[in-house]
């Protein structure tokens, strides 16, 4: 019975529900691609699976490679706590989203010996698509990297999500 | 070979018509963002003289066919393999043809670089040629060109020559 008022709520406001099912905004779950070059010339991310755990808060965990100061190539994973925010700009029905927050490396060199641990934050924008439910987020991520060496660095990251 | 007076102005009047005609049958498809957009991306260098050197940038389009960013990111260079640097960048950019919905486009400018590094400031300066695919679904583009530049290190300058330039542009 609420079904069928909702969809007449829907239909009574004239709201096509094409445009419901485009709204990634609101889905739960993101896998895809997350890749970031530094500085220093080291390579990090992976497969990247980002969820949606509160109303604009995502939590993204992604692996398995993570390089760091020149110790590579390394295995890893790392975890990002990200807030979504305006300015919701939009060209026709694409949107973009600023995103920022805190997160961090953990891992090891292939031979397990090196420790490799990089504190980093994120800024940057996400593009959600209209003619698929695909997030493109370009990142920067100013990085301190505790082992094995102490260093600072700068990354820069693309990721593309489809989202569920 | 010499060529006459005639023969230069009739190459000089089929050229000019065949440019009029380009511009003329692409002007109703062309999908390049209008004057007053804002976009975003990333932008990716590799030379022979430095290693992938990639920025964040932001894209102000403030008249039809120009382009102007601003855009953080690495300041690797043949001597420098850790920094931080600005990148700022002028284009003005010509539609070629369509590609479907898509349009081609040929993109002119340059590029300058100014940064802090492991070796001390590094500065760089270069024009840029690019060919610039714009999708019409979506406010997307890719970009790929040549982007040469001088290095200018603190012990001296190097000419980077060979090199490539990929980027991705989403335009609001």
Known sequence: ?164 | MVLSPQAVRLAVVLSTSAVLILASTNAHADASPEAGAVGVGVIHRVGTEAATRSHLVAWLRPAERLSFGAGLGHATTQLARSGLSVRVSAAADVPITDIGESTLLIEGGAVATLGVSNEGPVTTLGPAVRLVWQAAAEPIALTAGWSPEVQLLPDGGVFDAPSGELSLRLWF
């Open chain 1, 1 to 164: 019975m609420r079904t069928l008022l909702a969809c007449a709520a829907v239909c009574a406001v004239g709201l096509p529900a094409t445009s419901q099912a485009a709204d990634i905004t609101r889905r739960k779950t993101g896998i895809g691609v997350n890749t970031a070059l530094t500085s220093r010339q080291d390579v990090q991310g992976g497969l990247a699976l980002t969820l949606r755990a509160r109303e604009q808060m995502l939590v993204r965990i992604s692996t398995p490679f993570v390089q760091a100061v020149r110790v590579n190539p390394g295995w890893g994973a790392g975890a990002d706590v990200l807030w979504r925010f305006g300015p919701e700009l939009k060209n026709d029905g694409t949107k973009l989203f600023l995103r920022t927050g805190p997160g961090l490396l953990v891992g090891t060199d292939r031979y397990g010996v090196d420790s490799l641990a990089i504190l980093q934050g994120t800024a940057g924008a996400e593009v959600h698509l209209t003619t698929a439910p695909v997030t493109i987020a370009l990142e920067v991520r100013p990085q301190l990297v505790v082992a094995p060496y102490a260093a600072v660095d700068l990354a820069v990251g693309t990721e593309v999500s489809w989202w569920f």
